[in-house]
């Protein structure tokens, strides 16, 4: 016990450097201190509440962080509806009949607007912290968010389409892009794990079970009963990126790549020994130690969560997260 509360005060140290030597030093986990002081627990509550009702809700707002972060930074535009003067991402290829939780967020973001009116917190920072409490939810690791995110006024389907990495990318086109987004081929990996939870549609992975050699063939024949080989009524189809406990966070994602059981082509692509970008090596270690897992996904969800942020007078508070304020 005493070494596990040595490694998350190590852990707790890390995060706090990596938010305040970072280019968004005025992010601050303390922001609404003074103007939302119950910010925090309003958030946690709902988000807990969310996925008490739907454990699969987790997954899926962990997911819409991500999908939010990496096309314009962390600035809730993801969360656009199509508007006069550009078309939201949610029709992008990453995202449409794929990412869910926008009326979760949006329960959230009445919830706090209640305890704290006016327009105080941003519909972004309320995402990085439901993706934060979903996690804990559903037995994952903890981190300090850093706070003070302004909402952007516009949103990119075509931005999302060049930024959100396919399921069908090599491992050098996933390296790539996440090196785009100032990441490394390690915490690539890292945040790879959040594919512990959730689930992906047949479409993104029948090419996969039916073409690859790289896959468990059992594993391939299992999800062939309920992916048919020619597409149309199973395309949306879902199966789990990481069963049989695609509903608890933990770090059996990466033992299944290890048994060539990876669900999409990106995912197995992760873990390729005779590949020269292959990262093997760091998989197999995620796989022997939840420990360092944990950690690191939790250091990389931080910086994750500074990408390119509006801050100070940049962008708005959203009052309604679907909708640029008129």
Known sequence: MASSSISWCCLFLALFLVVFSGASGQLSPTFYAS??????????????????????MGASLLRLHFHDCFVQGCDGSVLLD????FVGEKTAFGNVN???????????????????PGGVVSCADILALAARDATVKL???????PLGRRDSTTASRDLANADLPPPFFNISGLIAGFVKKGFTAREMTALSGAHT??????????????????????????????????GGATDAHLAPFDGPTELVFDNSFYE???????????????????GKQSQASVVNQ???????????????????????????????IRLNCRLVNT
């Open 35 to 56: 103007t939302c002081p119950s910010l925090e627990s309003v958030v946690r509550n709902a988000t807990n509440q969310a996925v008490l009702d739907e454990q699969r």
């Open 82 to 85: 199509n508007a006069p003067g």
């Open 98 to 116: 794929s990412v869910r939780g926008f009326e979760v967020i949006d329960t959230i973001k009445t919830k706090v607007e209640a305890a704290c």
């Open 139 to 145: 037995g994952g690791p903890t981190w300090t968010v």
């Open 197 to 230: 939870v959730g689930f992906a549609q047949c479409q993104h992975y029948r090419n996969r079970i039916y073409n690859e050699t790289n896959i468990d063939p059992v594993f391939a024949q299992g999800l062939k009963a309920t992916c048919a080989s020619a």
């Open 256 to 274: 299944n790549l290890a048994n060539r059981r990876g669900l999409i082509h990106s995912d197995q692509e992760l873990y390729n020994p005779a």
């Open 286 to 316: 995620y796989r022997s130690s939840s420990t360092t897992f944990f950690n690191e996904f939790a250091a990389a969800m931080v910086k994750m969560g500074n990408i390119a942020p509006l801050t100070g007078t940049d962008g708005q």
